[in-house]
């Protein structure tokens, strides 16, 4: 058992229904209790999709268990093919039916229904739901996908982008314009829009474009094998990745290199000297492993920002993560327990946070800005304008998103200058944001002040502040404050000083400032 109080990733069934609803002409007969229903909103009312899953529960009740569970599965998966007529079926269990153990495949097969029945195994106790979606896709291209002749010209498959992606709608449209400027077409883009039919297509291809390696990476490794099919390793998220992966697209299919940059912005945006006051951030990265990894490249060499930690969910992707943090001289943190990335995020006390709607919710807590970069999501990362992350447009649409929750150049010296305003002050919030500024209190510091926060660590739990330095202490703007006291606190800690007063705290920026 494991107490949980959000969780990044669904259970792997609803990575299932993902690869279900992203396709057309398939349909996904899931054994599972009443209730399950709820995954549907999901895709109608997250994504707001215009229909129903295609998926039809057996919805089974407390009352069903004493009977027969198993034939509510097959009638349910005869009217559903009665109903649908569709290409091909999925068939599997959810968690609960899992427990029972009624084999949704094997029954399935033996009902000799007119169309391909393929049968999933989601391990539901010890997979999720990234896993789910890249099985169901693996097992679908390998009951499906038979090699064919190659195209006459070249052709490339876009492998990953599923119903309930972040950003996938319009990251196949950018990707698409960027194949197209080297006079590639795309052969099937899948699973998203993708019929059984032309799953048996994707060989036709000369390449594969795996657009997300946490959905698409076992099919693409089975279709090198089986098919032939090279696939790309660059993900084309931000500047640098998107020439890189251009090159390596010329490389795999012999044409020539060609990127159409007239509409990319962010390298000057990001140089001009309004951005002069992004550099060095100190920003914490988390997320699912592939939009951490070319997120921290952008903050890095395309910001100008400081990574100061970075982390995934999904383990997965642990290996390449960690590679990656050595990379950046950080720790890597790899967990799917919120508790666990707020506890990292209150240690490093970074000035913004790129993560997840989870992270957003540790940032209100905690006053951090930031901007969401993965999955999960909520509604509104879902916009009905266009705004992918990948390619040219990506590039741009990042540079706003990041730079948005950040108080404003003008407004962060006027912070420290005037710190005594009525309207611009510590807890008023970005102008920019709308927020009504709240009051300034009034200074209240008179005593001295223990460091028994929680978020202190325990050595310096003894520590005490005196009035006239934790008075110094708030001079300091309130984004780079936490980092400040913290750094004090060590630096007295380790020199064994009970009490910091204005001294210490001069001699620790001194210290660090080396
Ligand atoms: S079967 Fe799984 S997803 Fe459905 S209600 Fe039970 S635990 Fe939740």
Not at 164 to 174: A, K, W
Not at 435 to 458: C, G, L, M, T
Request: aromatic letters at 8%.
């Amino acid at each position: 058992m494991k107490l949980s109080v959000w969780t990044y990733e669904g259970p792997p069934h609803v990575g299932a229904m993902r690869v279900a609803t992203a396709m057309t002409g398939l349909h996904y007969v899931l054994h599972a209790p009443q209730g399950d229903t709820y995954a549907d909103l999901l895709f109608t009312m997250i994504e707001r999709r215009n229909h129903r899953p295609p998926v039809t529960y057996t919805t089974f009740q407390a009352r069903d268990l004493g009977s027969d569970t198993a034939n509510l599965f097959k009638t349910a998966c005869q009217s559903a093919y009665d109903r649908f007529q569709p290409q091909a079926m999925i068939v599997g269990a959810s968690c609960t039916a899992e427990l029972i153990q009624d084999d949704p495949g094997g029954m399935a097969e033996l009902m000799g229904l007119p169309c391909p029945v393929i049968p999933l195994e989601l391990p539901s106790y010890q997979r999720k739901e990234n896993y789910g979606a890249d099985e169901t896709f693996f097992q679908i291209c390998r009951a499906l996908a038979r090699p064919v002749e190659k195209t006459a010209h070249v052709t490339a498959n876009l492998i990953g982008p599923t119903a309930l992606g972040f950003r996938h709608r319009d990251d196949i449209t950018e990707v698409t314009a960027l194949l197209e400027e080297m006079g590639i077409s795309v052969n099937v883009t899948a699973p998203y829009g993708a019929s059984p039919t032309d799953i048996t297509r994707l060989g036709a291809a000369h390449l594969n474009i795996l657009m997300y390696p946490e959905t698409g990476e076992a099919a693409c490794r089975w279709m090198e094998r089986e098919l032939g099919l090279p696939f790309t390793k660059t993900v084309p998220i931000g500047v640098g990745a998107t020439r890189d992966f251009v090159a390596e697209v010329a490389k795999l299919t012999g044409v020539e290199p060609k990127l159409e940059e007239s509409r990319l912005r962010l390298p000057w945006y990001s140089s001009s000297v309004d951005s002069t006051y992004l550099t060095g951030k100190r920003v914490f990265i988390f997320g699912d492993g592939t939009h951490v990894a070319t997120a921290a490249r952008i903050a890095r060499d395309e910001m100008g920002f400081e990574v100061v930690g970075l982390g995934c969910y999904n383990r997965e992707m642990a290996r390449p993560i960690r590679a990656l943090a050595k990379e950046y001289d950080v720790e890597a943190l790899i967990s799917d327990d919120y508790l666990d990335v707020e506890q990292r995020i209150e240690e490093l006390a970074p000035e913004m946070i790129l993560g997840t709607q989870m992270e957003r919710h540790i940032g209100k807590r905690l006053g951090i800005p930031c901007a969401v970069i993965s999955a999960p999501v909520h509604v509104q990362d879902f916009p009905a304008r266009y705004s992918p992350q990948m390619g040219i447009e990506g590039a741009n649409v990042i540079f706003d998103t990041w730079v948005h929750p950040l108080v404003m150049g003008l407004e962060e010296h006027l912070l420290h200058m005037f710190r005594e305003d009525f309207e611009f002050h510590d807890d008023a919030g970005a102008s920019h944001h709308g927020h009504k500024a709240k009051a300034r209190q009034a200074e209240s510091i008179e005593e001295p002040v223990a460091a028994n926060d929680p978020a202190v660590p325990a050595e310096t739990a003894e520590i005490i502040w005196l009035a006239d330095a934790e008075r110094e202490l708030k001079k300091i703007p309130f984004f780079v404050r936490g980092k400040a006291r913290r750094n004090t606190e060590l630096f007295a800690a380790e020199r064994g000083v009970q009490q910091i007063g204005i001294d210490t705290l001069y001699e620790a920026k001194a210290h660090y400032a080396r």
